[in-house]
Nanobody
Framework: QVQLEESGGGLVQAGGSLSLSCVASGSIFSIPTMGWYRQVSGKQRELVATITVGGSTTYVDSVKGRFTISRDNAKKTVYLQMNSLKPEDTAVYYC????????????WGLGTQVTVSS
């Protein structure tokens, strides 16, 4: 079972950059497929990016070319570098990890607020 803790959110002007980090801990030897979701109050949670153990990545179309997901397996950490931020990127960003055992649910962090002003 894995516990996740995000950091790096904050307030930034449009066109600026932020870098998010997610550290995994618990009874695991290595991190599995992980990613980032975001959610605006009253809206559905949206998958932003994922990264597999082998380093393959996926992105939602709206962030392609602007966001980069990466991982450091030794540090059990996943990152999201966000450049050219837009007001529409404003949301609570959640770290996500696929379940480590078939009998357990996926893991979620508590979220970090990203606010982009115009």
């Amino acid at each position: 079972q894995v516990q996740l803790e995000e950091s790096g959110g904050g307030l930034v002007q449009a066109g600026g950059s932020l870098s998010l980090s997610c550290v995994a801990s618990g009874s695991i030897f290595s991190i599995p497929t992980m990613g980032w979701y975001r959610q605006v109050s009253g809206k559905q949670r949206e998958l932003v990016a994922t990264i597999t153990v082998g380093g393959s990545t996926t992105y939602v179309d709206s962030v392609k070319g602007r966001f980069t997901i990466s991982r450091d397996n030794a540090k059990k950490t996943v990152y999201l570098q966000m450049n050219s931020l837009k007001p529409e990127d404003t949301a609570v960003y959640y770290c996500w990890s696929v379940r480590t055992h078939i009998s357990e649910p996926d893991s979620w962090g508590l979220g970090t607020q990203v606010t982009v002003s115009s």
